[in-house]
């Protein structure tokens, strides 16, 4: 098979998942997982690895040459509470390392692109339950408007270059294996963390802050299946919206209490609570559904488990 892979930004919360299932997948020498700075020893161990700053096109280009590379899956990004500290880097990082990307397949350097987007592209002004594919999106985080501008340059590069690119609008994604890294919807990571540890959780967004959420093995499905759908199914080139689960802080809480019933969370919410409050909180995935085929499988409840189950041992 010619197919052979590059993972920029591997390291990180979505990166070090599919660098394990894609090795498993199409075998460990067929994956190039690259990031700033290394992994851990598990993702060291797992295949080839180059160190590599997304945000430097000759060096991109160079390990794309090298390895020839067919599909780049670019997961590299500055999340939306580190943006909102850091805007002018957090748009430079998020936007030069897709036109780096664009621009390689552009040149018949690569074949496929993958480029995540996010609900943060939707904004105050858009409708908050079941968020339709195309809707009023105005939105008001640094991060939201780079993955709005990115959804943009998708489209405009598939329709004027004819470039592959395919992509998802990620809700918020819980994991047991990577910690996320300077996002808004971190905490519902991080709580699980927490009840293990300490039984009790100080959360940074409101009780009923309701947000669209999934579990990473449904992330992972839902990435590695809309890169391997034949084009033709892939109508919409700038981004699909993607529903799993929704739940806010009392919800999470309540899930988890049902394992550790003496678990308790307070409420202090910061600067991140004016970011949650601009995103819906619930969101209408019909074109992905019909278009390839997705389906979220894991409920609030079966996540719970999965979590604590894989995290108690750590505590
Ligand atoms: C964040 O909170 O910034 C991310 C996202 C929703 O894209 N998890």
């Known amino acids: 098979m010619k197919k052979r892979i590059l993972i920029i930004g591997a390291c990180g919360q979505i990166g070090t998942e599919l660098t394990v299932y894609l090795r498993n997948k199409f075998g460990k020498t067929k994956v190039i997982a690259s990031d700033i700075r290394e992994g851990d020893d598990a993702l060291m161990a797992s295949g080839p690895f180059e160190i590599l ?3 430097d096109y000759n060096a991109v280009e160079e390990v794309v040459m090298r390895h020839e590379i067919t599909d780049v899956y670019l997961m590299a990004a500055m999340l939306s509470a580190t943006a909102e500290k850091f805007p002018m880097k957090g748009w430079n990082l998020n936007m030069d390392s897709l036109f780096h990307v664009l621009n390689l397949a552009k040149d018949k350097k690569i074949d496929k ?5 996010s609900i943060a592209v939707f904004g105050p002004s858009t409708p908050k339950v079941d968020t339709p594919q195309r809707t009023v999106m105005e939105p008001s985080t640094v991060y939201g408007i780079s993955k709005q501008t990115g959804e943009r340059w998708c489209e405009y590069y598939y329709n004027r270059y004819g470039v592959d690119v395919r992509s998802v609008r990620y809700p918020g994604l819980i994991s047991y294996k990577t910690l996320p890294g300077g996002g808004t919807t971190d905490y519902a ?8 540890k300490h039984k009790k959780y100080i959360c ?4 009923e802050t309701t947000l669209p959420m999934m579990f990473m093995d449904d992330a992972i499905q839902a990435t590695v299946s809309i890169m391997e759908s034949e084009s033709e199914k892939i109508k919409i080139r700038n981004s699909y919206n993607l529903s799993a689960i929704s739940f806010n802080p009392k919800e ?5 209490q049902k394992h550790i019933p003496e678990f308790t969370i307070s409420y202090e919410p910061d600067f991140r609570q004016a970011i949650a409050d601009s995103w819906p909180q619930s ?13 979220s499988k894991i409920s609030l409840d079966e996540m719970t488990k999965i979590m604590l189950d894989n995290l108690r041992d750590k505590y």
């Open 53 to 55: 700053d997304a945000t």
């Open 113 to 117: 692109v993958f480029w995540p987007s």
């Open 189 to 196: 990571v991080d709580i699980y963390h927490k009840a293990l």
């Open 204 to 207: 940074f967004l409101k009780a």
């Open 252 to 256: 999470i809480t309540a899930s988890i």
């Open 283 to 295: 969101i209408d995935d019909s074109e992905a559904q019909t278009d390839w085929g997705w389906k």
